[in-house]
């Protein structure tokens, strides 16, 4: 008797192994490929239209619970959809940031740097951002400068660890490890709207050490965009939050991304 028993109990796990197993496959056969994922979710995140403005509110906060805002006007404008583009961040309050303009001419193609130039008002300077200061902290934030940009789709590889009914889950190993200080991130993409949602990053020590969240998304000129999301540092305790407002997309942004405009705002910047 307890033969029999035995072996209808391992009937039952062989059949429910089988049928999981037939279950996961069927959602990874109905996935799309990792390149057409991310590829997609990039397009989403960063080239939604031809180019594009918002009002940007953003709040840093310590620790300790200590809180500081910035308040900037952000432009972007592709030169090529999914590939080069180019913005500015005009910063207006408070008066420590004011008039302080953050340009970025972004390149995309493996080996290939983003030229970054950020004007100083007190000292009428135009500084060079270096190619090796792209992951450190933009204007004191938990944000760093690659972010407000992105980071190039060649620069990982990406690979589809996991597929449920909501979500895709791809991990990213940097090309050039050496470069950067995580060891790898990993998105969650939203299934239907293919918006990024979370971003967690790694150490070299494997310790996850970054969370970047998208925390409300709305449809604007039939656009799912992020208008607001939250990063937060593990190791500070740290986070920054920012809130997009008066978002606005194909708005016929001229070529204005100069030099001589990070001295003197365009007219796109000020209306």
Same mark, same amino acid.
């Given at each position: 008797?307890?033969?029999?028993?035995?072996?209808?109990? %391992?009937?039952?796990?062989?059949?429910?192994? %089988?049928?999981?197993?037939?279950?996961?496959?069927?959602?990874?056969?109905?996935?799309?490929?990792?390149?057409?994922?991310?590829?997609?979710?990039?397009?989403?995140?960063?080239?939604?239209?031809?180019? #594009?403005?918002?009002?940007?509110?953003?709040?840093?906060?310590?620790?300790? #619970?200590?809180? /500081?805002? /910035?308040?900037?006007?952000?432009?972007?404008?592709?030169?090529?959809?999914?590939?080069?583009?180019?913005?500015?961040?005009?910063?207006?309050?408070?008066?420590?940031?004011?008039?302080?303009?953050?340009?970025?001419?972004?390149?995309?193609?493996? #080996?290939?740097?983003?030229?970054?130039?950020?004007?100083?008002?007190?000292?009428?300077?135009?500084?060079?951002?270096?190619?090796?200061?792209?992951?450190?902290?933009?204007?004191?934030?938990?944000?760093?400068?690659?972010?407000?940009?992105?980071?190039?789709?060649?620069?990982?590889?990406?690979?589809?660890?996991?597929?449920?009914?909501?979500?895709?889950?791809?991990?990213?190993?940097?090309?050039?490890?050496?470069?950067?200080?995580?060891?790898?991130?990993?998105?969650?993409?939203?299934?239907?709207?293919?918006?990024?949602?979370?971003?967690?990053?790694?150490?070299?020590?494997?310790?996850?050490?970054?969370?970047?969240?998208?925390?409300?998304?709305?449809?604007?000129?039939?656009?799912?965009?992020?208008?607001?999301?939250?990063?937060?540092?593990?190791?500070?305790?740290?986070?920054?939050?920012?809130?997009?407002?008066?978002?606005?997309?194909?708005?016929?942004?001229?070529?204005?991304?100069?030099?001589?405009?990070? /001295? /003197?705002?365009?007219?796109?910047?000020?209306?």
């Amino acid at each position: 008797m307890l033969r029999k028993e035995s072996s209808a109990v %391992l009937l039952v796990c062989a059949v429910f192994s %089988l049928t999981v197993a037939g279950v996961a496959r069927a959602a990874e056969g109905d996935a799309p490929d990792v390149q057409t994922i991310v590829t997609r979710a990039n397009i989403v995140a960063y080239y939604q239209g031809d180019d #594009g403005k918002a009002t940007v509110k953003m709040t840093i906060t310590s620790k300790a #619970g200590q809180t /500081r805002e /910035r308040e900037f006007i952000i432009l972007r404008k592709d030169v090529v959809d999914g590939g080069d583009q180019n913005y500015f961040v005009y910063f207006q309050r408070p008066s420590d940031v004011r008039r302080m303009v953050y340009m970025v001419k972004k390149h995309v193609g493996e #080996g290939k740097d983003d030229d970054r130039w950020l004007y100083l008002p007190a000292l009428d300077l135009v500084k060079r951002v270096a190619a090796s200061d792209k992951r450190t902290s933009f204007v004191g934030s938990d944000f760093v400068y690659e972010d407000v940009s992105g980071r190039g789709l060649d620069q990982d590889t990406h690979e589809l660890i996991e597929t449920t009914d909501a979500m895709f889950i791809v991990k990213n190993v940097p090309k050039k490890p050496e470069e950067v200080e995580f060891s790898y991130y990993t998105v969650a993409i939203d299934r239907k709207t293919y918006v990024p949602t979370k971003m967690d990053f790694y150490d070299k020590q494997g310790q996850l050490y970054r969370v970047i969240e998208s925390k409300d998304v709305k449809v604007i000129q039939d656009l799912p965009t992020v208008t607001r999301s939250v990063v937060k540092d593990l190791k500070t305790g740290g986070q920054t939050e920012m809130e997009f407002t008066n978002v606005q997309y194909n708005v016929g942004i001229g070529d204005i991304f100069e030099e001589r405009y990070l /001295r /003197r705002p365009p007219r796109e910047a000020m209306r």
